[in-house]
């Protein structure tokens, strides 16, 4: 089986890697690139802790190979602070207790990114659909709801309160 | 889990991906978004030596009228179904389905091309192709056209009426007349499962009398299901509740459903019923809103 030469920008830097087709995303960004930001949690489809950006949107890391991301870009957890500044999505989950083991926390926050880019000022129900493919197995969620709300807060420069 | 090893191709026309499937015939497998083979893959339920993945086509993504037509290209996302404002506006039973098909990030790459040509009871659009009577067009080599008529596609477990040299490219729906409107709902136990039972209805109402009607069933038999006795029972008549109940009946005794972790057999033959009434009463006030 060949293996296939594929060019992708991860966080703004561009790498060329040579990758055999069955290799994950997942896998190249954990492994390869070395994000582990990233996690897998089900690697079934269904739990989200992979959840990255792809050309801007949200998808399960692990439930794509790393050929098809060939020509794109992606966005990990770790390409989100800039200069040392939390995101403000980051600085949400921090200030309002978004995450307690943190499993979840990298897919919730890179599937929040694309919600808040598409709609800067969701509603509750809008935050839980949006995030209705990404469990978190201690939060009991509500507190992720009030950080993604910080978050919007924030990115339309109002006030926020934890 | 970690698929077996196959020979990866990114054709840039159809011409090109259809001569990698005559190629390669029964070991080729045609990739869109990935979400029903990749788990299949990794699960090694599905082993192809070759994977075409056609993202790299252009022009199979579009959403538009014409000719008489609503004509969706085969790569279209789900994303892009719920979002398209002529379908939220027009066509609101696509909403319905692609809402609750998985979850957002799964319908970024989830294409409705894909979710029919995987041949898959439990799947979604199906019912509502059937309700809306639509019509497969199936790109074959020499670029030659073939149009299948939804009642012929479904063929079997994962087996549909595409050859192993052909490519689902567009997805046509006649436009309905003024005063139609359709529903679709499914029970799912949480967000990501596959229907429980689901129901889609496409109906007209020319002052009350239903002189159009379509229905069709996710998940309750082998194939996706059209409720013909139920259909033939309301064509042509003022929709009275008795009536409605009676439909509702006939497709709740018409269906095969299985005793799962979703619920016992009766309970989905129940659940029809019950699903059916709510999405007739959905589409006719639809209709009526239009
Ligand atoms: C967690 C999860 C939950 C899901 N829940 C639901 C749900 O509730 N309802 C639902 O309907 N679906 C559900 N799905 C399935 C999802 O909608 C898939 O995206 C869809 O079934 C397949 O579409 P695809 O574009 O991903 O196709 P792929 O996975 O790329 O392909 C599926 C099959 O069709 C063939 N194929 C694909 N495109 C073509 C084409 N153009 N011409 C010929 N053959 C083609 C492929 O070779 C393959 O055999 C779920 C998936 C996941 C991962
Ligand atoms: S690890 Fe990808 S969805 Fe769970
Ligand atoms: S914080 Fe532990 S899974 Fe979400």
Redesign the interface.
Known sequence: ??K?SITLKANGAEHNVIV???L?LVHLIREVLNLTGTHIGC????C?AC?IL?NG????SC???A??A?GKEITTIEGLAQGGQLHPLQEGFKECHGLQCGFCTPGMIM?SC??LANNPDPTEEEIR??I???LCRCTGYNNIVKAVQYAANKMKGEAVTA | ????????E?PGTIAEAISLLQKYGDEAKI?SG??SL??M??LRFARPGY?I?I?NIPGLSYIKEEDGYLKIGALTRE?EIEHSGLLKSKYPIFGDVSKLI?????R??GTIGGNLAHGDAANDHPAAMLALRAEIVATGEGDQQRVIPIDEFFQGFFATALKPDEILTEIRIPIPPEGSGGAYHKLERK??DYATAGVAVQLMLDYGVCTYIGIGLTNVSALPLRASRSEEILLGKTLTDDLINESAQYASEDCSPSTDLRGSEEYKRAMVKELLIRMVHRAMDRAVAE
Do not use: C
Request: aromatic share 6%.
């Open positions: 089986m060949s296939k055999e087709p069955r994950l690697d079934t489809s269904n989200g959840t792809l949107k949200s998808v399960k439930t794509l190979f050929v098809q060939n599937r694309e919600l659909w949006g209705s493919g990404n | 889990m970690i698929a077996q090893s196959f020979d990866y990114s990739l990935g979400h990749i788990p893959m990794k994977v993945d993202n994303s998985a979850d957002p990030s799964v970024n790459m967000v990501g």
